[in-house]
């Protein structure tokens, strides 16, 4: 098994301990000659949740006796699925584990910009008694546009249901959520007071949120992102904050990571930023450390995984 994730390689041979796995782990930072140098050897995969060993086509090709591919994250973008299954290769993700986690991050980062929380408490930590600007809006009278209504997205709108908003989203899959209607995203953009982004970052998606949907968005709308970087292009945002055409944003994924110290959003007053931890909490960590065990247990076993993402069954894999 190659691990790709800073995980313990003894833990995970110790969930796999009936089958005497050994657990290979690449060098940090990452070295591409010495995981194409790994590839061949490996049965299965997991890899890196932190996205700094990526698995391109020279890697990929290189797997030659890969049965899967297991992803310990919701998003697979750190991984070139098309090209896996053109070349047979099985790749399951780890989906919903932190459905909860991210809807709680996601309405906690609504309530921040509209009560101005981070802000305020700035102010009073530099000794500042910053009442009369702390005059906020109440989520239950807004309507908020969820951009994908998968497991996140959809965790999200049950919680709002719970305040009163009106609740719009757009999806690629035609979908029912009661309480909520589905929409195109040109309406979804014009109608919203707030925008959260849900949807995978693939190729339609990368800069899906650019200037052209920051420019339809409502004068004085707000933007939470809590799914992948690149789907929002952050120098149109900067100019969208800085106009005043948004109001804020919350962004805990950013198109590169760590957000670099001299990025123009960390001087933005309107920003709350948050360093890709919305999915951190202690149930969501042993929700994916189960998930990823469970399925690599069902491989071993000669059953199929759960939660494949490019179509590819274990069957298909031809194993040398």
């Not at 909860?100 to 101005?116: E, G, P, Q």
């Not at 994908?148 to 989203?169: I, K, T």
């Not at 693939?202 to 933007?223: E, N, W």
């Amino acid at each position: 098994m190659l691990l790709l994730s800073p995980w313990d390689p003894a833990d995970v041979r110790g969930w796999l301990e009936d089958h005497a796995a050994e657990v290979a782990t690449a060098p940090d930072p990452p070295a591409q000659d010495a995981l194409l140098a790994l590839a061949p050897d490996a049965d299965l995969v997991i890899s890196d949740n932190r996205h700094r060993h990526r698995l391109d086509r020279p890697v990929l090709e290189r797997l030659v006796r890969c049965r899967l591919i297991q992803v310990p994250a919701v998003g697979f973008d750190a991984v070139d699925h098309r090209v896996a299954a053109e070349l047979g290769i099985p790749v399951a993700n780890a989906a919903g584990y932190n459905r909860d986690a991210v809807a709680d991050w996601v309405i906690m980062a609504m309530l921040n910009l509209l009560r101005r929380g981070a802000y305020g408490d700035r102010r009073m930590r530099e000794g500042d008694w910053p009442f009369p600007e702390m005059t906020g809006r109440e989520l239950g009278v807004l309507t908020v546009g969820i951009v994908g209504l998968g497991n996140v997205g959809s965790a999200v709108a049950a919680r709002l249901s719970g305040f009163g908003s009106r609740v719009l989203f757009t999806d690629v899959v035609p979908r029912g959520f009661l309480g909520a209607r589905q929409v195109s995203l040109d309406e979804l953009l014009a109608e919203s007071d707030i925008v959260t982004v849900h949807t995978p970052l693939d190729h339609d998606t990368r800069r899906l949120i650019g200037a052209p949907a920051l420019a339809a968005m409502k004068p004085g709308a707000l933007l939470v992102s809590a799914a992948r970087g690149p789907i929002v292009d952050e120098a149109a945002l900067v100019d969208a904050l800085r106009s005043g055409r948004l109001a804020g944003a919350a962004l805990d994924v950013y198109e590169v990571e760590p957000l670099a110290a001299d990025s123009p959003l960390r001087g933005l007053e309107n920003v709350f930023l948050s360093p890709h931890a919305g999915g951190a909490t202690e149930q969501a960590r042993a929700r994916v450390l189960e998930v990823v065990r469970a399925n690599l247990r069902r491989v071993l076993a000669g059953e199929e995984p759960f939660n494949i993402v490019n179509g590819v069954s274990r069957r298909q894999v031809a194993v040398s």
